[in-house]
């Protein structure tokens, strides 16, 4: 099993920054890859970006130079900075673990950009 625990979320105008985090425990060994999806209303949820174990990174193109995503092994902890946030990022944002068990997901956390 692996638990994963979004936090960062908020309110933003226009033009703002937020950086999200996800704090993975149990079972992390076993962990290929992680990634950050988000979910609009009445959208389906879409992969936003992903890192691989090895450290390899992919972009949906929505937010290609202004998102980057991260991982900090030492602390089980995978980041994703947004940066020039538009309204169309609105959205909940989940963490996702590619494990050698299945996938797991966090429970989300909402990020809203709205002047």
């Known amino acids: 099993q692996v638990q994963l625990v979004e936090s960062g979320g908020g309110l933003v105008q226009p033009g703002g920054s937020l950086r999200l985090s996800c704090a993975a425990s149990g079972r992390i060994f076993g962990i290929y890859g992680m990634g950050w999806y988000r979910q609009a209303p009445g959208k389906q949820r879409e992969l936003v970006a992903v890192?691989?174990?090895?450290?390899?990174?992919n972009y949906a193109d929505s937010v290609k130079g202004r998102f980057t995503i991260s991982r900090d092994n030492a602390k089980n902890t995978m980041y994703l900075q947004m940066n020039s946030l538009k309204p169309e990022d609105t959205a909940v944002y989940y963490c996702?673990?590619?494990?050698?068990?299945?996938?797991?997901w966090g429970q989300g956390t909402q990020v809203t950009v709205s002047s």
């Open positions: 890192i691989t174990s090895d450290g390899r990174l």
């Open positions: 996702n673990a590619d494990h050698e068990r299945g996938i797991y």
